[in-house]
């Protein structure tokens, strides 16, 4: 189970993010890629346009990337001309068609700190671009995204592509439990490092390709900055709906399948927490105690109300006794259970029974101290009524509690709370 470390990143993950130098030794800070086919109309004047507004609106260096995905007309020789001419910009030669295969080649070999690319078309607005890669210059995001479903864009298209973006993103939802809002908005950006680790993860080379890029770096807990952006349906574009449709349900099943079996390595895109003094200036501190107290809060305040419930209804039988214990026993078994997965991580089967029969001392615990306080009570007035029993073990339990904490992670999950401290295990 991944958690965030304090001491240092951990071998083999991403390291924390930093904000970008100001000076860069003529190194480009952004590079914008256009992957294009059969775009011969539209490219010079797309390429100039951005160009023009980088120029006007961009501090940093940047460098524009024309990916040629094997076009038929004589866009690669527009494109050539265009490099010959404007210093900012170059131009990539693919011999096979693809978006997602002339990103992953343009970005691969790309040695700028901040990775993008947008459609030939510029159906988005261009003053979204600065907003776009701000975050991931400063370090603040690892990928960012432009939104047409944002409540604050501004968008013009037909309603047939309206629905089938809306019922898109629905589909990534339900079945992916994607959280970021537009998966195919042409309009997206990506630190360096991050690209490096997560474009071989990426299987994809066609539309789908930003899709499956998105899903694994959420999964793998990376931090998705979307931007609203105003947008305009191009009526010439060369999408083709349906093909494109059934490649991305395609992709959605094989996605949903990796991420099911565990076969995708996500743990090598593991973030640790960022450059803020406050994060080392904490020694002492168990890393994981604080989450921990957290799960076991939120279980025990979980166990408390189902004690409640099956006492209450034992009770209409048995004497508060026998129900007191018939109760506690039943949600001690799921509360060892609950804590077992959910507070301290432990997954599978492995000593499942051990860690039940410890539970069990622990129940045992609680039950004399519980039994303890119904006896005085018993004592104390003769006849108690319901509420104020209630009332008195509710007391007790939450008394048992802090002792069962202690227990827990002291004696009966030991090895996983020492495996969380240590920052070299962190994930």
């Known amino acids: 189970m991944r958690t965030p470390t304090i001491a240092g990143p951990t071998p083999g993950a ?21 992957p294009v086919y059969n775009e011969e109309k539209d490219l010079e004047p797309c390429v100039r346009r951005l160009h023009e507004h980088l120029l006007r609106t961009f501090p940093y260096g940047f460098r524009i990337t024309v990916a040629d995905n094997a076009s038929t007309d004589t866009t690669p020789e527009v494109a050539a001309g265009l490099a010959a001419e404007v210093p900012e910009v170059r131009s990539v030669r693919l011999d096979q068609k693809g978006r997602g295969r002339a990103l992953r080649t343009v970005w691969s070999g790309s040695d700028a700190p901040v990775l993008a690319y947008m459609d030939v078309d510029l159906s988005t607005d261009l003053n979204a671009l600065l907003p776009l890669v701000a975050p991931l210059i400063s370090g603040h995001s690892d990928l960012a995204i432009g939104s047409r479903l944002a409540r604050s864009s501004r968008v013009v298209r037909g309603p047939k592509r309206e629905f089938v973006s809306r019922a898109y993103n629905l589909i990534l939802r339900g079945s992916l439990a994607a959280r970021f809002s537009d998966a195919q908005c042409g309009f997206k950006a990506i630190r360096r490092e991050v690209a490096e680790r997560l474009l071989p993860m990426v299987e994809d080379t066609g539309w789908f390709f930003d899709t499956e890029l998105l899903v694994l770096a959420e999964r793998a807990g990376l931090r998705i900055h979307e931007v609203p952006v105003d947008w305009v349906d191009d009526p010439d574009s060369t999408v083709h709906i349906v093909s494109t449709a059934t490649d991305d349900l395609k992709g959605v099943w094989r996605v949903g399948r990796a991420l099911a079996t565990g076969s995708l390595p996500l743990d090598r895109l593991a973030r640790p927490f960022g450059d803020d003094p406050r994060d080392r200036e904490l020694t002492g501190v168990p890393g994981g105690l604080a989450r921990q107290l957290v799960g076991f809060c939120v279980v025990g305040a979980l166990s408390t109300l189902f004690y409640v419930a099956l006492y209450s209804l034992f009770r209409l ?9 018939a109760a506690l026993l039943v949600s001690a078994v799921a509360n060892t259970a609950a804590n077992r ?25 609680g039950l ?23 009332a008195v073990l509710v007391v007790a339990n939450l008394a048992a509690t802090v002792l069962r904490f202690l227990l827990f992670r002291l004696w009966v999950f030991p090895e996983r709370s020492a495996s969380r401290n240590d920052p070299r295990n962190d994930r």
């Open 368 to 390: 004399a101290l519980t039994s303890g306080s119904l006896a005085a009570l018993g004592a104390a007035t003769g006849d108690p009524a319901h509420s104020t029993e209630l």
């Open 14 to 34: 991403l390291p924390a993010r930093e904000h970008l130098p100001v000076d860069t030794a003529g190194r480009p800070v952004l590079d914008v890629v256009i």
């Open 317 to 325: 039988g048995v004497g508060p006794q026998i129900a007191n214990a």
């Open 341 to 365: 997965r959910l507070t301290f991580g432990v997954r599978g089967r492995d000593r499942a029974v051990r860690h039940q029969a410890q539970g069990l001392v622990v129940f045992a615990i």
